[in-house]
């Protein structure tokens, strides 16, 4: 019997390849700087595994994601040539993942399921992060856990598995939501739930993985309102 | 310049004196075990802060509020004689302090202030417990800090500057609001802003302390209506 969902954000909740190079473009109208925003959105995505990793491995001691996205946003500009942004222009584009957009089925999907569930994010987004994106997009977390609740990233087991000892639940109790396979096996691995969500363009028109469940994923559906259907199914 | 306000939440927020009398009333007519109520609710309150005091002094290694509350309510049905309650009726009892009824002004108080706030629990009352009140009474919180989230309980210093900390904020950029001048004033002690609301009978008609602000707190209003109104005035 599942009691709580915790979600996956990036990608799963809010579409942050849109967001961010709608941010850049909004940017460059302000600043007269351009750049290859999509480029730059897509090499910041792929930064993003491998800088986690780092902490992941203990090669470098607990940052939070601010601080990766932001040594990483630094590389890209002088990789891709993009020059004349000042310190301030740095800082705001960095904090455009504090202000993604979610995908247009998350407010009404998670409004249903919070009428039944304990609702929850868990993402490797700051605490501050997770809760400025909430207040600014209406998102109606029970509950924000973070990579930095528990200074671990997903996906070690400390996240999945923290979240649902605050939670005062078993990890059966407790089923993940993602678009991603690769996070949801993970959360299987350590004996929660786990819920499927397509998101097929995230990565952009050409995406050419994560549009299908793994065979081993408990529940899949096509948006968060298909999600609620689904679980009132599976969740007897 | 405030950006965040945390609230304490028992008598703060939620009215607990006249919510757990009204609990053991329920569970009075569901067993048809009688038993001075009141009394018991006024013992068991009295032993929070002693009951907390072993952990905060190293006398015991960190245990939540639920096991606390648990511990005293046992003891305290030994000492009034009251007997016959199950093992379920004495969790379903400690667990009255999950569901406690806020004071009239709050869900429309906190839904003014959060419209211009970050607005955030720092409680000493589990993550769980505040995440199960707040889905219950609607308490739109931003953030749920708790003792727990710190492994320290109120009035430790970890507790009011780490909520700080999660938010990113500066100590002075982060207000308490509370009923109880003792909590203000460790608060301000460490740097923060502080707001005193009067509840002049949370502790039952008798009450003849936290009638009034002590002078060095910051803003003083009798409800979160009022408080949204003072607000507005001091933080320019």
Redesign the interface.
Known sequence: MIKALIFDVFGTVVDWRTSVIEECISLEKHTGISGDWEKLTDMWRQNYMPSMDKVRNGKRKWVNLDTLHKESLINILKELNITGLTDENIDHLNKSWHRLKPWSDVVEGLNLL?SKY?ISTLSNG???LL?NM??KQNLPW???FSA??FLHYKPDPETYLGAAK???LLPEEVMLVAAHNQDLLAAKKYGLKTAFVLRSNEYGPNQDFDLEADEKIDVSASNFIELFDKLNSYNI
Chains 1, 2 share one sequence.
């Open positions: 919070k304990s700051g605490i501050d809760s909430a207040k029970d509950n924000i930095e609740t605050i939670l005062k």
